[in-house]
């Protein structure tokens, strides 16, 4: 799993355990194995050689001593560290008295989450003397991007703080004040009041690459100026945390209290900010991402400028074009950002975008995916004029529009246990039982609704279940059970192997590919 590395204030304390001393034995054996044939090949005598004679200590010596040393990195860390905070927040939470146990928020998946991780608000202290108000706080790290105290953060280090507090690398405690956060990408700007001068990081022009050394500097466990060293083990990670991801992956321990840190390369830029480790523990084991200096640049101007950011909107729903829905739909590559559908009066459906439609390039960009559309298409203002390359019914088409703004939020939700009140009929070798929708409460007048999956069917395996909305099936429009059959009977007949459904789950839509039975 992932988590964010911020830390509690009030974790365990940690004993450093000191290693057992070798022996000189011990030392020289190793020696001897990292000199190989040298050592062995040293006496011609038959009997056996001493290693611990004073040429054989001699020749280890002298080999040591011309043999190349590791390169540290201490003049590096001398530039960068001073540059780095520790970030810690206080914030107050409203009680009742019959809400003061730990188990407050329990059922909670993002509570659970930072309870056992460490998250922003870390662990929950004892209420205070009127039993009404629980403090909590949490602690991360952070970095000055310019000499008036302007520094970069977690949103989810400072996310609902009261209070934030800076301690520099010189040891001097500030208050700050948060000036924007973005939770897309999980990145906040705080500036410190009361100060000036203070030593800053620069953002890295260029793009890491596998392979690069670098350098995690931050506030594990509440150790600020800790530094620890690693390489750029991947980049362009999706770990699910938003449609924006696009993490560089680095192997450079992070621990709990990293949040926020830079990871700076050789060149003493920052390479990334760390945001998130993958741990099945909660400490490190050598996987952590970082959000790239590129997509910080951009956020942290706009939440400078504005507080907050801004990102183009074309208005629709789009998946990945797997395999399986390549095949079925005639493409040669599974590539592009499949459009489930159009968001009524959005961009997209008012050029004449549709459901089906895979979008291939952005004013000439290609797209690889659905996660790359939504990268592409936030990184542009709203009002930017856009030219969209696409496969309409396997034909190329090429739309022009403008840009909309993106919603903050779209909380709207439907509920999908619904029961049935009209006739069902079971989809052969599907594994499903449908019924019209609008004979079904709360399905809509559209399509056909799934009342009931077979656990161990071909439908279960693709993700179909109870309230499930079946809306096309083969690029036909289906009412009524027996529509649904007819198009499976005619994809059959034709030979294919699979047939494309287009479902409707909750306030969502997206296209599945449904394998056929034969016979």
Same mark, same amino acid.
């Given at each position: 799993?992932?988590?964010?590395?911020? $830390?509690?204030?009030?974790?365990?304390?940690?004993?450093?355990?000191?290693?057992?001393?070798? +022996?000189?034995r011990?030392?020289?054996?190793?020696? +001897?194995?990292?000199?190989?044939?040298?050592?062995?090949?040293?006496?011609?005598?038959?009997?056996?050689?001493?290693?611990?004679?004073?040429?054989?200590h001699?020749?280890?010596?002298?080999?040591?001593?011309?043999?190349?040393?590791?390169?540290?990195?201490?003049?590096?860390?001398?530039r960068?560290?001073?540059?780095?905070?520790?970030?810690?927040?206080?914030?107050? =939470?409203?009680?009742?008295?019959?809400?003061?146990s730990?188990d $407050?928020?329990?059922? +909670?998946?993002?509570?659970?989450?930072?309870?056992?991780?460490?998250?922003?608000?870390g662990?929950?202290?004892?209420?205070?003397?009127?039993?009404?108000?629980?403090?909590?706080?949490?602690?991360?790290?952070?970095?000055?991007?310019?000499?008036?105290?302007?520094?970069?953060?977690?949103?989810?280090?400072?996310?609902?703080?009261?209070? #934030?507090?800076?301690?520099?690398?010189?040891?001097?405690?500030?208050?700050?004040?948060?000036?924007?956060?973005?939770?897309?990408?999980?990145?906040?700007?705080?500036?410190?009041e009361?100060?000036s001068?203070?030593?800053?990081?620069?953002?890295?022009?260029?793009k890491?690459?596998?392979?690069? !050394?670098?350098?995690?500097?931050?506030?594990?466990?509440?150790?600020?100026?800790?530094?620890?060293?690693?390489?750029?083990?991947?980049?362009?990670?999706?770990?699910?945390s938003?449609?924006?991801?696009?993490?560089?992956?680095?192997?450079?321990?992070?621990?709990?209290?990293?949040?926020?840190?830079?990871?700076f390369?050789?060149?003493?830029?920052?390479?990334?900010?760390?945001?998130?480790i993958?741990?099945?523990?909660?400490?490190?084991v050598?996987?952590?991402?970082?959000?790239?200096?590129?997509?910080?640049?951009?956020?942290?101007?706009?939440? =400078?400028?504005?507080?907050?950011?801004?990102?183009? !909107?074309?208005?629709?729903?789009?998946?990945?074009?797997t395999?399986?829905i390549?095949?079925?739909?005639?493409?040669?590559?599974?590539?592009?950002?499949?459009?489930? $559908?159009?968001?009524?009066?959005?961009?997209?459906?008012?050029?004449?975008?549709?459901?089906?439609?895979?979008?291939?390039?952005?004013?000439?960009?290609?797209?690889?995916?659905?996660?790359?559309?939504?990268?592409?298409?936030?990184?542009?203002?709203?009002?930017?004029?856009?030219?969209?390359?696409?496969?309409?019914?396997?034909?190329?088409?090429?739309?022009?529009?403008?840009?909309?703004?993106?919603?903050?939020?779209?909380?709207?939700?439907?509920?999908?246990?619904?029961?049935? =009140?009209?006739?069902?009929?079971?989809?052969?070798?599907?594994?499903?039982? #449908?019924?019209?929708?609008?004979?079904? $409460?709360?399905?809509?007048?559209?399509?056909?609704?799934?009342?009931?999956?077979?656990?161990?069917?071909?439908?279960?395996?693709?993700?179909?279940? =109870?309230?499930?909305?079946i809306?096309?099936?083969?690029?036909?429009?289906?009412?009524?059970?027996?529509?649904?059959?007819?198009?499976?009977?005619?994809?059959?007949?034709?030979?294919? +192997?699979?047939?494309?459904?287009?479902?409707?789950?909750?306030?969502?839509?997206?296209?599945?590919?449904?394998?056929?039975?034969?016979?």
């Amino acid at each position: 799993m992932t988590s964010r590395p911020s $830390e509690s204030v009030n974790s365990q304390s940690h004993r450093v355990q000191r290693p057992s001393l070798l +022996s000189a034995r011990r030392l020289a054996l190793m020696a +001897s194995v990292g000199l190989g044939v040298a050592v062995y090949g040293f006496s011609p005598a038959p009997h056996a050689f001493n290693i611990f004679g004073a040429a054989a200590h001699a020749e280890v010596n002298q080999a040591v001593t011309n043999g190349a040393q590791p390169v540290g990195f201490a003049d590096m860390v001398e530039r960068v560290k001073p540059s780095v905070i520790s970030v810690k927040v206080t914030m107050k =939470k409203a009680t009742d008295a019959s809400e003061q146990s730990d188990d $407050e928020g329990a059922g +909670s998946p993002m509570e659970r989450f930072f309870r056992q991780f460490g998250g922003p608000d870390g662990v929950p202290q004892k209420p205070g003397h009127d039993g009404r108000y629980r403090g909590m706080m949490g602690q991360g790290s952070g970095f000055f991007i310019s000499s008036d105290g302007y520094a970069v953060t977690n949103n989810h280090v400072v996310e609902g703080a009261d209070k #934030v507090e800076v301690t520099t690398d010189a040891g001097k405690t500030y208050t700050a004040k948060v000036i924007g956060t973005d939770s897309r990408t999980d990145l906040a700007l705080i500036k410190v009041e009361g100060g000036s001068g203070f030593p800053f990081a620069k953002l890295s022009e260029g793009k890491a690459r596998i392979g690069d !050394w670098v350098l995690a500097v931050g506030n594990p466990f509440g150790l600020g100026g800790t530094v620890t060293a690693g390489i750029v083990s991947a980049s362009g990670r999706d770990i699910g945390s938003g449609p924006y991801d696009d993490f560089i992956q680095i192997d450079a321990p992070v621990n709990k209290g990293n949040s926020g840190g830079p990871a700076f390369n050789m060149q003493g830029e920052v390479a990334g900010v760390n945001t998130a480790i993958y741990s099945p523990s909660g400490g490190s084991v050598g996987i952590a991402f970082s959000i790239p200096a590129s997509t910080v640049k951009s956020v942290i101007a706009q939440l =400078k400028d504005k507080g907050a950011v801004s990102r183009g !909107w074309i208005g629709v729903q789009i998946q990945p074009v797997t395999q399986d829905i390549a095949d079925s739909m005639g493409l040669k590559q599974a590539e592009g950002a499949l459009v489930a $559908e159009p968001h009524k009066d959005g961009p997209a459906a008012k050029a004449g975008v549709a459901s089906g439609d895979v979008i291939t390039a952005v004013n000439g960009q290609s797209i690889k995916d659905a996660r790359e559309l939504a990268r592409v298409i936030g990184g542009l203002a709203p009002g930017s004029a856009v030219k969209l390359d696409m496969l309409h019914h396997g034909k190329s088409k090429v739309v022009n529009l403008t840009l909309g703004q993106l919603p903050n939020a779209q909380e709207a939700k439907v509920d999908t246990n619904t029961d049935s =009140k009209g006739s069902t009929m079971d989809v052969p070798r599907l594994g499903m039982t #449908v019924a019209p929708a609008a004979k079904v $409460e709360g399905a809509g007048k559209k399509g056909v609704v799934v009342t009931k999956v077979d656990p161990k069917s071909a439908a279960a395996d693709r993700g179909f279940k =109870k309230g499930d909305v079946i809306l096309e099936v083969a690029g036909k429009s289906v009412a009524t059970p027996g529509e649904v059959r007819e198009a499976l009977e005619a994809a059959r007949t034709d030979k294919k +192997s699979s047939v494309l459904m287009r479902l409707r789950s909750g306030d969502a839509s997206r296209y599945v590919a449904v394998p056929l039975a034969n016979g």
